[in-house]
């Protein structure tokens, strides 16, 4: 079954796990670790490694202890408004972790999930069709949830699901937004400064353009389709556009929906690369870089 509690995690297991992801980070590859998923930005791991009970998702790491109490703090707010207004949210719990070099790492704390309990096992193993359960209930999360000023990354693989709940497992990156419709989340220098500064601006356009579309219902349909292709399930499309059209007063626009993905599939390796590019220049001044760089496609450790 899906957990219903938060796995109970103290200060020495969270001092343990950041020094196994730190030197994974620095070894560029993560085979010693259980790797349940690459963020742009956060790494979830399984925890422990062998048999995992919790699940670690470490975010960015910042000089200032009160830099990373700000980030887990609205990660924390960001649930606390999505249980409100009733979506059913895995547990979660924040936490700040010194690093090994005086520094500090934000982290959020959830219960490990089976993988037959993700949404993403569902679809890749059952055949589509526009009356799934799955479709039909993540379909309805987006209904209720999906609004100008609170709303979820909706893509399939952010949910846990036991064939009658759908629950929302991704957390890391608060979609909120203000009376003035701009983003409610401060975006750092130091998680631009996972790219080389002629590349930023043209990167964070890309994150606020996908962003936007989450306050929106057919936007927020449109690319749950893209994203679809994304993990290579594009034999679910059809069957999805037809469960969400069932809801909006518009047609999903499937031959947009392939131009956007190619489009995808141009833009970010092209970022991935500049993130390497980065990555090389602050290693060779001596410094620290604090992510894993991935291929997003295959999950590749670049």
């Known amino acids: 079954m899906i957990p219903t509690s938060p796995p109970d995690v103290d200060d020495a297991t969270l001092a343990e796990a950041e020094a196994a992801?730190?030197?994974a980070i620095a070894a560029r590859n993560a085979d010693s670790l259980k790797v349940l998923g690459f963020g742009e930005i956060s790494v979830a791991v399984g925890w422990p490694a062998v048999e995992p009970t919790m699940v670690l998702k470490r975010l960015a790491v910042y000089e200032n202890r009160s830099d990373s109490v700000y980030d887990t703090n609205a990660i924390a707010d960001y649930v606390d408004l999505l249980t409100a207004a009733g979506a059913a949210v895995l547990p979660t719990t924040t936490h700040v972790v010194p690093t090994s070099d005086g520094r500090f790492a934000g982290y959020a704390v959830q219960p490990f999930v089976p993988k037959e309990f993700?949404?993403?096992?569902?679809?890749e193993t059952?055949?589509?069709r526009p009356d799934h359960p799955l479709l039909l209930a993540?379909?309805?999360f987006a209904v209720k949830h999906v609004t100008p000023e609170l709303s979820a990354d909706m893509q399939f693989t952010n949910f846990a699901w036991d064939g009658e709940r759908l629950v929302l497992i991704d957390i890391t990156t608060p979609i909120v937004f203000n009376e003035a419709g701009e983003f409610d989340f401060r975006i750092s220098d130091e998680l631009l400064a996972a790219l080389p500064r002629f590349m930023r601006g043209a990167a964070l356009k890309e994150t606020m353009s996908i962003l936007n579309k989450y306050r929106s219902l057919p936007d927020t349909f449109q690319l749950v389709l893209v994203l679809l292709h994304r993990i290579g399930q594009a034999r679910w499309v059809p069957a999805a556009a037809k469960a969400f059209e069932e809801v909006i007063d518009t047609t999903l626009d499937l031959d947009a929906v392939v131009a956007d993905y190619k489009r995808f599939k141009k833009v970010i390796p092209v970022i991935k690369r500049s993130a390497m590019l980065q990555?090389?220049?602050?290693?060779?001044?001596?410094g620290s870089y604090d992510g894993f760089i991935t291929d997003s496609f295959t999950g590749a450790v670049l």
Not at 279 to 286: H, L, S
């Open 21 to 23: 992801i730190s030197a």
């Open 126 to 128: 059952d055949e589509p």
């Open 279 to 286: 990555r090389w220049w602050i290693t060779k001044r001596g």
């Open 118 to 123: 993700l949404a993403e096992t569902t679809i």
């Open 138 to 140: 993540l379909r309805e």
